[in-house]
């Protein structure tokens, strides 16, 4: 019956029911993952999940206008009809100047997406991680009050992307994650800590030295106190530096620039941060989530730095965007198999100063607060550069440390650029795709 | 799918152990027209397509989905899943069992079409957005406007015998302005929504919902740092609820609940705010953005008064949730789609309307922040701790309004803050959004009459 096509298959026949509805060019994407995860509660397994995805997404050209379209129905039926559907609403939209690439020359580096050997994580091996996990939090500190997040997810997936003029990529990956939440309570008052990690195999999780992590998280939050309004040197720790910053990356995409959607506009060539700040997109590390060997487009990537010292020399592009400015395609598009083509940083990278550890750092002023946690992002404004967060972390004074609490920071980020002072030593591990040192800044505006 | 080739599929989750086995099928049309930089920047279609099934061993939920419909590969999913299932856990008593067979969704007025954009008032729309916006003032430098229609066709069914199918359709325009001064640059943005057609779009005020946007953005540049430090804020009406739904609303989901990660636990019967607070989660609006005709386990949709006159009177339950925790069912169990198993979560949130007018709670909190216009927020239930951004603020002295000022945060705990809203407006409206959880992002309202919060903490330039 409908088993429905496989995805060679829907891909070569999207294309062309595309072609025979009218398109002069196309490109598709399939993508399909399997995942499973379970969730621990007080010792007993809450949820079990088993996802099975599947979906594919469609870009035609008509006389250079995009039309789009997706469906996760992979019958042959509803493939014709969302071909059908993409070059009717081409009509609506104004064109573009883009041109596909052709087949791709032979790229044979290994990026190390699936890693040879490992094997399955099984959903008992996933519970007795919890378990383990659960005992570690709970034995590790009296003040411990609940485990209200606790489990483990496994998953795997593939991407395939094909073009009309006879580009075919293919990607897959393989990974393994695990979190640990942990209440603790004193005087009445909680405190949450977490710790949670991804890796492309089970066998470099260590459960029970995250869930003592989460408690400590947790405990040094204990005893929390409001601290006196007033400007302040401040540590993103790398814990939360890359999402901070990540906040305000958008402003280095080509098309929010050439919209008008971007502080920086105009600013190519100029001075933007403090000399020893550079800013990456680094397409090719191992086995992170970011890295690919071809973009969205089927254009082959490869590392640029867009800040480089401090100077901005680069922007974020997909094949419209590097067109518009009348130059060569730089890799950087993205593109689900539901939403349009845009472009992001495959792996972000800031780079880090050897030596600068965290207590070396918190050591350069007298008074320094340390930010281990952020309250959400909801008051950054990614086009202003307006900042305005809640913070957890602590104020650290002459080496001593005291928790704060109710503590929020303003300011805007691209004063902040010029005012970083120094970059930490290292990443925090694990597979992802934001590689963001400790960010030192001289002064923020704190309100307790 | 066909209700035998469902029972067939339940049979075999029962016979693999389960107490209790459901179906959810869903196919839901999405369409969208965007216009940026005033051009149509893209136009697209989709389908989204897939069964989920749940199978409740003793308390343990286990839950899957594929896109494939034959019978073979709904039976291997619930075979992988039965024998994925590591042997542990109580029972659970599920309690009243859901039946009935019942056909919902009445409200299919302008289903649209992707292919009708020209015909149905989209492209009419968009560009009126982009040029009202661009014609409130020189300074504003960029304008995308959106419209998205979704349509669901949605089927339920359950080895205690429940068939039942929805269809629900959903219609939104968003309007953002970036307004530009000397380097400076500053955003506003209006996205109205309701549970209709795109006959939604003829209503609709796009005039006016553009110029505020693009006002809003404008008035923004010329805005200086907020204060910092405790003071009284009053919290504007409509989206101003949203400190509501993250602080308490969440807190008082059977998901917090059943992970006992919540500060209301415990609380039922007792005053947790002041008399003059009474909050309700309501599913029946007609054609509201939140409303459901029935939830995504098959309960007719409800009216549940969470506070009434400052008493915790009960929570947003789902069934699992319901039987877990001891309270009773709210016809509340939502997901995004067929990907999520359903849980516990808001429809319409709301704090309702009291007696005050906006200038008495002006004239009565002395120096302070009137916060017109809230942005979005973030909270962690398990503590009660949010963080929320104001989008448009004016600082109030002696009672009286001066200039507006920008970057304002509201930070503190929900089950602190609760009992320091002292006075309550009768303005009240709604607002639409998308609230993410563990079951994913579902459209939501939420609402209230303008609110005097004394004090709060405000996060600004110290």
């Not at chain 2, 954009?117 to 916006?133: C, F, I, K, P």
């Not at chain 2, 359950?158 to 955003?187: C, F, I, K, P, Y």
């Amino acid at each position: 019956m409908t088993q429905g096509l496989g995805a060679e298959e829907a891909l070569e026949r999207i294309m062309a029911a595309a072609k025979r509805a009218g398109a002069q060019a196309c490109d598709a994407v399939f993508d399909e993952s399997e995942s499973l995860s379970l969730e621990v509660f007080e010792s007993a397994v809450k949820n079990l999940e088993r996802s099975d995805s599947v979906g594919i997404g469609l870009r035609v050209l008509v006389d250079g206008r995009p039309g789009y379209s997706f469906t996760e129905r992979l019958t042959a039926e509803a493939v014709d009809r969302c071909a059908e559907d993409a070059v009717a609403l081409s009509r609506f939209t104004d064109p573009i100047d883009i041109d596909l690439p052709g087949a791709a020359a032979p790229d044979a580096e290994d990026l190390e997406l699936v890693p040879p050997g490992a094997r399955e994580w099984t959903p008992d091996a996933m519970l007795q991680a919890c378990l383990e996990a659960e005992e570690a939090a709970r034995a590790a500190d009296r003040r411990v009050q609940n485990v209200p997040h606790l489990g483990g997810t496994r998953s795997k997936g593939r991407m395939l992307l094909a073009n009309s003029n006879g580009f075919r990529g293919v990607r897959e990956s393989v990974s393994v994650s695990f979190g640990v939440g942990v209440v603790a309570r004193e005087s009445g008052v909680d405190k949450m800590g977490w710790d949670g990690i991804s890796w492309r195999d089970s066998r470099l999780l260590r459960p029970s030295d995250m869930a003592r992590e989460a408690v400590v998280r947790a405990t040094s939050l204990l005893g929390a106190a409001p601290i006196p309004s007033g400007s302040i040197p401040v540590l993103f720790d790398e814990r939360v530096s890359g999402q901070f910053l990540g906040i305000f990356l958008g402003a280095f995409l080509a098309d929010s620039v050439q919209k008008g959607q971007s502080r920086l506009v105009g600013k190519m060539g100029e001075r933007i941060a403090v000399e020893g700040f550079h800013l990456s997109t680094e397409p090719r590390l191992k086995g992170m989530a970011g890295s690919k060997r071809f973009d969205a487009e089927g254009i082959p990537t490869k590392p640029r730095r867009l800040v480089d010292d401090g100077v901005l020399r680069d922007f974020l592009h997909n094949l419209e965007t590097s067109r518009r400015e009348g130059r060569a395609p730089t890799g950087d598009a993205t593109r689900g198999y539901t939403g349009k083509v845009s472009a992001g940083f495959a792996n972000l990278q800031i780079d880090a100063t050897k030596g600068n550890s965290t207590n070396e750092l918190l050591g350069r002023y007298p008074r320094v607060l340390h930010v281990v946690k952020l309250e959400g992002s909801t008051g950054c404004n990614p086009v202003s550069g307006d900042i305005s967060i809640g913070v957890q972390g602590f104020v650290v004074e002459h080496g001593r440390s005291t928790p704060v609490d109710r503590v929020s920071l303003s300011g805007n980020f691209f004063d902040l650029l010029m005012r970083l002072t120094a970059l930490g030593d290292r990443y925090r591990p694990g597979v992802h795709s934001s590689f963001v040192p400790a960010v030192l800044v001289s002064e923020m505006d704190l309100a307790s | 799918m066909d209700a035998s080739r469902a029972a067939r599929i339940l049979d075999l989750a029962r016979s693999r152990g389960a107490d209790f086995a459901e179906l959810f099928v869903e196919e839901t049309r999405f369409s969208s027209l965007a216009l940026r930089d005033r051009k149509i920047e893209s136009a697209s279609a989709g389908t989204e397509f897939g069964i989920g099934a749940r199978m409740i061993f003793g308390s343990q939920v286990l839950y899957g989905h594929t896109s494939r419909e034959d019978e073979e590969s709904l039976a291997r999913l619930v075979e992988d899943l039965a024998a994925a299932r590591p042997r542990s856990g109580a029972h659970l008593d599920l309690g009243a069992p859901i039946r009935g067979k019942a056909g919902y969704g009445a409200d299919l007025a302008g289903v649209a079409h992707p292919h009708d954009a020209a015909l149905d008032g989209r492209l009419d729309a968009v560009r009126l957005a982009d040029q009202t916006a661009r014609a409130v003032s020189p300074k504003v430098a960029q304008v995308s406007a959106t419209v998205l229609h979704r349509h669901s066709r949605i089927a339920i069914f359950n080895s205690e015998g429940l068939d039942v199918a929805d269809e629900r359709v959903w219609s939104r325009m968003t309007v953002a302005v970036v307004a530009e001064d000397g380097g400076r640059r500053q955003t506003g943005s209006e996205s109205p929504g309701q549970r209709r057609g795109l006959e939604f779009l003829t209503d609709l005020d796009v005039r006016k919902l553009s110029t505020l946007a693009a006002d809003r953005a404008v008035r923004m540049l010329s805005a200086s740092p907020a204060p910092a430090g405790e003071m009284p804020v009053l919290i504007g009406n409509g989206f101003g609820g949203v400190i509501f739904h993250e602080a308490c609303g969440h807190p008082l989901e059977t998901e917090a609940l059943r992970r006992k990660a919540t500060p209301f636990a415990g609380r039922i019967g007792e005053a947790i705010a002041q008399p003059c607070l009474t909050a309700i989660d309501d599913g029946t609006i007609p054609g509201a953005w939140g409303s459901i005709a029935v939830d995504d386990e098959g309960s007719p949709a409800q009216r549940t008064v969470l506070i009434e006159n400052g008493v915790l009177r009960t929570f947003l339950s789902d069934r699992v949730g319901a039987a877990e925790c001891g309270v009773p069912r709210s016809g509340s169990a939502r997901r995004e789609n067929y990907r999520y198993a359903p849980v516990a979560r808001m429809r319409n949130t709301f704090i309702a309307a009291g007696d005050s007018a906006v200038e008495e709670m002006l004239a009565s909190m002395g120096d302070g922040l009137w916060a017109v216009r809230m942005g979005g927020g973030s909270v962690n239930p398990a503590t009660g701790e949010f963080n929320f951004a104001v989008e448009e603020g004016y600082l109030v002295r002696g009672g009286k309004v001066t200039e507006p000022v920008r970057g304002a945060t509201l930070t503190g705990k929900g089950h602190e803050i609760l009992p320091r809203i002292r006075m309550v407006g009768s303005d009240l409206e709604f607002a639409p959004g998308t609230c993410g959880a563990s079951s994913g992002l579902v459209p939501v309202c939420v609402g209230q009459p303008s609110i005097l919060v004394d004090p709060i903490l405000v996060g600004g330039k110290a």
